[in-house]
C-alpha cells in the first residue's frame, strides 16, 4: 500500500512539473514574427535572444531595438536608446508561431484598443 502512494506521488510530482515546462515554453518567443493583422505585412518584430527584440517596419533598412520582459500577459518594452521609458502592452501568445498583442503605434487615447496579430 505504502509503495501504491509512493508512485501515486512521484506521478503527480512529474505531471506538475510537465505543465510547468509546458507553461513556461508557451510564454517565450524567439524569431521574426510578420504582422498580419490590422494591416497585413507592416512590421515585423524579430526575437533574437530572451530579452531583445528588433521592430521593423517594411520599406525601412532600419529597426529600433528593445528590452522585453515578458510578465503574465504583458509585455514590458524599453528602448535601448532611452532605458527610462518602458511601456507596457497587453499580450496573448496563441502558440509558438502567433501571438496577439495590443497595437504598438500611437492611437488616440478616447478610441477602442486596437489589437494586432503576428505570425511567423
Given at each position: 500500500m505504502d509503495k501504491k502512494v509512493l508512485i501515486g506521488i512521484i506521478i503527480l510530482i512529474g505531471m506538475i512539473s510537465c505543465n510547468s515546462d509546458d507553461d513556461n515554453a508557451s510564454k517565450s518567443l524567439s524569431g521574426t514574427y510578420t504582422e498580419t493583422l490590422p494591416i497585413n505585412g507592416r512590421s515585423e518584430l524579430n526575437f533574437v535572444n530572451e530579452n531583445?527584440?528588433?521592430?521593423?517596419?517594411?520599406?525601412?533598412?532600419?529597426?529600433?531595438?528593445?528590452t522585453y520582459?515578458?510578465?503574465?500577459?504583458?509585455?514590458?518594452?524599453?528602448?535601448?536608446?532611452?532605458?527610462?521609458?518602458?511601456?507596457?502592452?497587453e499580450i496573448q501568445i496563441m502558440n509558438s508561431s502567433k501571438f496577439v498583442i495590443e497595437n504598438l503605434y500611437p492611437s488616440i487615447p478616447e478610441t477602442p484598443t486596437i489589437y494586432m496579430t503576428f505570425q511567423k
Open positions: 531583445t527584440v528588433i521592430k521593423t517596419e517594411s520599406g525601412s533598412a532600419f529597426g529600433n531595438e528593445f520582459e515578458l510578465i503574465d500577459n504583458v509585455i514590458k518594452l524599453t528602448p535601448n536608446w532611452d532605458d527610462d521609458t518602458a511601456t507596457e502592452f
